[in-house]
């Protein structure tokens, strides 16, 4: 891009790692880790749609993580794949913002989703008789659009905020994507009034659901110790445990990349978070809830035989 930056209202993306000595490597291995993700959450998405078996309140819940997660990898990783074949690594101020806006809306709806899938389990293992009322359809629907507009309406706060703040020097944004702590280092006024909305806000939508999974999850551990049957105890345990893994690598990167102020870390260190909250975690979650759980596993099993036959 020839343009200069005074006369063009294009970002320039520097992309993953740049001083990355074998990038050819690099974006291999993000190609597959994308074809693994977007393949994993599309088969348990079917799965979950296919078989009657899974049509539970945990299984919708975990379909609509499924669905934040293969929008999530894919709001980045085409547009940083597709700026490497092609040597162009502008960005339009309209998509700059666009991609923002809907990282931001599907990285909050998945925290809060993450809450309500907590929530869910809390009430299956500690109030099991009151599960169907308590999580019944229309509850789980009410849920899922809570998520979604939740996330949408603090993402319009956060893209309209950082992207008018006054940029007085380069437009070369040290990411792979318009992520807001790479576009806030761009500007050229105090932005320590703005940083403080932002702690609110990730005090709201990170650390206060953060707790309440922690206390879901003690709860249910309490619960599930005093369970006399053996086989309830330890599905109840490898259900949970596979939400947990999924809640610490979410969560461990984000509180660390939107809990602290902007300038705390370096850009590498803000491109490594959002590699395992954007590109590893959606990868890894078909995973974990296939592998650690039977009935995922089953209904894969019996849809393969069925196309086999």
């Not at 799965?47 to 980045?76: E, K, N, R, V």
């Not at 629907?141 to 703040?165: D, E, K, S």
């Not at 280092?185 to 009034?193: E, G, K, N, Q």
Request: proline residues 5%.
């Amino acid at each position: 891009m020839t343009q200069k930056n005074d006369t063009s209202t294009d970002f320039i993306l520097l992309g993953l790692f740049p001083w990355f000595r074998h990038p050819n490597l690099l974006i291999l291995i993000i190609i597959l880790i994308y074809t693994a993700a977007f393949t994993g959450n599309s088969i348990l998405i079917l799965l979950i749609w296919l078989d009657s078996h899974l049509h539970t309140p945990m299984y919708f819940l975990l379909s609509q993580l499924s669905l934040i997660d293969l929008a999530y990898i894919s709001c980045t990783v085409p547009k940083m794949v597709t700026n490497y074949f092609t040597g162009k690594k502008n960005i339009s101020y309209f998509s700059c913002a666009t991609q923002l806006f809907f990282f931001l809306t599907l990285g909050l709806a998945k925290c809060i989703l993450l809450t309500l899938m907590a929530y869910d389990r809390y009430v299956a293992v500690c109030n099991p008789l009151r599960y169907t009322v308590l999580m019944n359809p229309n509850i789980c629907l009410q849920m899922a659009a809570a998520a979604w507009i939740g996330g949408a309406l603090a993402a319009l706060v956060h893209t309209i905020y950082p992207m008018n703040f006054p940029i007085c020097g380069s437009r070369e944004i040290n990411h792979y994507f318009c992520e807001m702590p790479a576009i806030l280092r761009l500007s050229c006024m105090d932005i320590s009034a703005y940083e403080m909305v932002k702690l609110v806000s990730t005090i709201v939508f990170l650390l206060i659901p953060f707790i309440l999974i922690l206390t879901s999850y003690t709860l249910i551990f309490l619960t599930v110790l005093r369970m006399n049957s053996r086989k309830g105890r330890n599905k109840a345990l490898a259900t949970c445990s596979s939400h947990m893994t999924v809640v610490s690598l979410y969560f461990g990167q984000a509180i660390f990349i939107y809990m602290t102020p902007t300038l705390a870390h370096t850009p590498e260190q803000d491109q490594i978070g959002a590699v395992l909250g954007t590109i590893v975690t959606p990868m890894l979650n078909p995973l974990i809830y296939s592998l650690r759980n039977k009935e995922v596993a089953g209904a894969l099993r019996k849809c393969m035989g069925k196309c086999y036959n």
